[in-house]
């Protein structure tokens, strides 16, 4: 076990695995300095120019052409440097990425990874802090990953990197220097398998990225009013994990799900909607306000989902 | 527009074997139309009547692994890269045995055993699809060509920029043709055009780009032999500007009220299948030849056309394979 950072454990799954296979390469805007927050640093120093590479600021060619290259039998890491201006890739990613396979009927894969930066990241303001994860979670052919701690970024961006199909993978700004235990040597870690964080017996919480910290905390004040939460790290949007939130939240009988996203349309909702269609157990989500996310910091904390925000939904629920 | 290839010396053999394919090309539209006509052609085609010397000369003269994109206009363009023509009309009916397993249709139709890496149903989203393609190959070291067809309409898209500029700035082996038949869907590209047209746009992003009569085969296959000649030398993307004339609609089912009648008929004297069989008979080709190019591709495709329509559909279970290899699509729907 290693203790390294949550940035750290990305760069060095990036390099483990250009250095097992030749044609995986990352491509995206300033790579070749190290990226916009450093998460390539020193890569292009053992890769080359080639294989690190810069690009334009032109985000429909970065993913555009990674598509055309993964068709052509390279797998291309796509550096898309925040998930807003991924939005200007939509018909790349969404109508050429995602269907490629399927409307060839099955002629091609598309291997490419597409790494797309979310969340609140102080004062960023409206276009460089939404967390986009339920749009692509909505589009067949997708996988979507949301990664919460270090050794998971290692694990789960090796695992992107060696899926055939395309993976839209959302790392979170604010968890850039988070350090955190990484298992030494090959660590991957499967698509699909949630992780449970904390057992207890009152109520099941579901979150996942860096909303799984605050409800760690929570879970941890919560703990010390007598209140036991089973909190689970979805980790993958899709594949999601049913199988183990059905199984906590047959538990426990309550489900919280809280996510920083836009509640409105937000992955909580299939989750919740899955969670009382298959048990019938209290459900309730925790999301954003559908306001855009401002700049001056009381404005930007008032779309956050709290700690507090969630003790009291969960002594709430409980009628506690 | 180049006129340097000698036409006092016309490889006829040759030239006989581009008309036959721009036949074979039309024969298959003309079924597709059918397919229309017959209620088994259910999605929308895109006829390139009239545009066929685009494909025999620019696609007949690339090698068999290189790669091609197409558009939505595609069939002339996957025909003449080498897909069988039955294959392709099965595609078009929906049916078992298509080059998509029938899950395409005309729109996204692919063929990656020869090169052909799909029509795209989006206007010009294949530019940059096809500039990540030569990218590939040069990573890879190998010295195929990308050929990226696409219409005069995709210009005024922003994946024109970005995959021109791409193209340009990596060197990359990539030949981008805009095969320009004067409208974007239902209307006359020019009035909804700025400036000087693709090869000028194409210039000022730093590509040498040409202008040529696209229904002119000879002038197409030289110009664009001239070119893929440069991009496989390595000295990097090529444009080339292939003007021609949609004799149909925009679609199958479109009449093309907005154009004048007098127009159209003018235009229907210049098409490229004509000018050929012209210069076939100058050179003293027999008429019974000519005609005979007509009547064997009309046959090919009456053939092809018979076996898919006798083809069966593929079964519901084809809506849940090659969705991803993780996760159940099926999984909490219904």
């Given at each position: 076990?290693a ?5 750290e454990?990305?760069?060095s799954?990036?390099?483990e ?19 916009v ?14 294989r690190?590479s ?10 555009g ?14 550096e898309m ?7 200007c ?5 969404v ?5 490629a ?13 597409v790494?797309?930066?979310i969340g609140?990241?102080?004062s ?6 939404q967390?986009?994860e339920s749009w692509y979670?909505?589009?067949p ?5 949301c ?14 990197i060696?899926?055939?199909d395309p993976?839209?993978?959302m ?12 298992p030494?040597?090959e660590h991957?870690v ?23 910290h605050?409800?760690e905390?929570a879970?941890?004040?919560?703990a ?17 994990d ?7 939240a ?14 409105v349309?937000?992955?909580g909702a299939e ?6 269609e ?5 459900v309730r989500r925790?999301g954003a ?5 401002g700049?001056a ?7 956050r ?8 939904a969960?002594r ?5 | 527009m ?15 074997a581009q ?7 039309r024969?298959?539209?003309q079924?597709?139309?059918r397919?229309l ?9 895109h006829?390139?009547?009239g ?6 000369g620019v ?19 996957t025909?003449?890269?080498g897909?069988?023509?039955?294959a392709m ?6 049916r078992?045995?298509g ?11 692919a ?9 795209n149903?989006?206007?010009g989203?294949?530019i ?8 590939a ?5 190998e ?11 995709a ?14 700035v990596f060197?990359?082996p990539?030949?981008?043709v805009c095969?320009?038949?004067?409208f974007a869907a ?5 009035s ?7 090869a000028?746009r194409?210039r ?6 040409e202008?040529v009569?696209g ?7 030289a110009?664009?032999r ?32 907005y154009r004048?009648?007098?127009?159209l008929?003018?235009r229907?004297?210049?098409e ?7 210069l076939l008979r100058?050179?003293?080709v ?8 007509q ?9 092809a056309?018979?076996a ?8 519901p279970e084809e809506a849940?394979?090659d ?12």
């Open positions: 076990m203790r390294i950072s949550y940035m454990a990305a760069r799954a990036l390099a695995e250009m250095r097992r296979d030749r044609l995986v390469w990352a491509v995206g805007e300033d790579l070749g300095r190290g990226g927050f450093g998460q390539y640093k020193g890569l292009v120093e053992e890769f080359g120019p080639e690190i810069d690009a334009p600021i032109s985000e429909a060619a970065i993913l052409a990674s598509v055309g290259a993964a068709m052509m039998g390279t797998r291309p890491v796509v440097r925040f998930s807003d201006f991924a939005l890739a939509v018909d790349e990613l109508n050429q990425a995602a269907k396979r399927f409307m060839f009927g099955g002629q091609t894969r598309v291997p490419m990874v790494r797309e930066p609140m990241w102080r960023s303001a409206a276009q460089h802090s967390s986009l979670a909505h589009i052919g997708l996988v979507v990953a990664p919460s701690t270090p050794a998971d970024n290692k694990g789960l961006l090796k695992s992107a060696r899926c055939d993976v839209v993978y790392e979170h700004k604010n968890l850039w220097p988070l350090e955190g235990e990484v030494d040597g991957l499967p698509f699909g398998v949630a992780r449970t964080v904390r057992e207890g017996r009152d109520i099941t919480i579901v979150s996942w990225s860096a909303q799984v605050v409800c905390r879970a941890e004040t919560l010390g009013q007598g209140i036991g939460v089973d909190l689970i790290d979805l980790r993958t949007l899709w594949p999601w049913r199988a183990a939130v059905l199984a906590s047959s538990r426990t009988g309550r489900l919280l799900i809280a996510h920083e996203a836009v509640q349309g937000g992955f989750i919740a909607a899955t969670v009382a298959t048990l019938g157990v209290k925790l306000p559908r306001a855009p996310i700049y910091p009381p404005v930007e904390d008032a779309v989902i709290t700690e507090a925000m969630t003790v009291a969960v709430d629920m409980l009628g506690r | 180049p006129t340097d290839h000698d036409r006092s010396n016309i490889d006829i053999a040759h030239l006989r008309h036959r394919l721009m036949w074979r090309i024969a298959l539209e079924a597709a139309l397919g006509d017959d209620k088994v052609v259910l999605g929308a085609i006829p390139s009547i545009q066929e010397a685009v494909a025999a696609v007949g003269s690339l090698r068999a692994d290189d790669i091609l994109l197409s558009t939505h206009r595609g069939h002339g363009h025909l003449a890269k897909a069988s023509s039955e009309l099965r595609e078009l009916l929906g078992v045995g080059n998509c397993g029938g899950k395409g249709g005309s729109m996204h139709i063929d990656f055993r020869v090169g052909m890496l799909g029509a149903g989006v206007v989203a294949n940059v699809i096809a500039a990540g393609a030569a990218h190959i040069k990573l890879k070291g010295d195929k060509v990308v050929c990226c067809i696409f219409g005069d309409g210009i005024n898209r922003g994946p024109f920029l970005e995959g021109l500029n791409w193209a340009a060197k990359l990539v030949l981008f095969e320009d038949n004067g239902t209307t006359r590209t020019s909804m055009t700025a400036g000087g047209g693709p000028v194409a000022a992003i730093g590509l040498p780009a202008e009569d229904n002119d085969i000879l002038a197409v296959e110009t664009a001239a070119m893929i000649a440069a991009v496989r030398a390595g000295e990097g993307p090529r444009f080339l500007h292939a003007k021609t004339y949609r004799l149909t609609g925009h679609t199958g089912v479109d009449t093309a009220p004048p009648a007098d127009e008929a003018a229907r004297k210049e490229p299948i004509l000018r050929a069989a012209d100058a050179a003293g027999p008429e019974s030849e000519i005609l005979a190019d009547s064997v591709a009309e046959a090919e495709m009456d053939a056309y018979r898919a329509f006798d083809a069966p559909f593929p079964g849940f394979r969705v991803q290899d993780i996760g159940d699509p099926a999984e909490g729907a219904f």
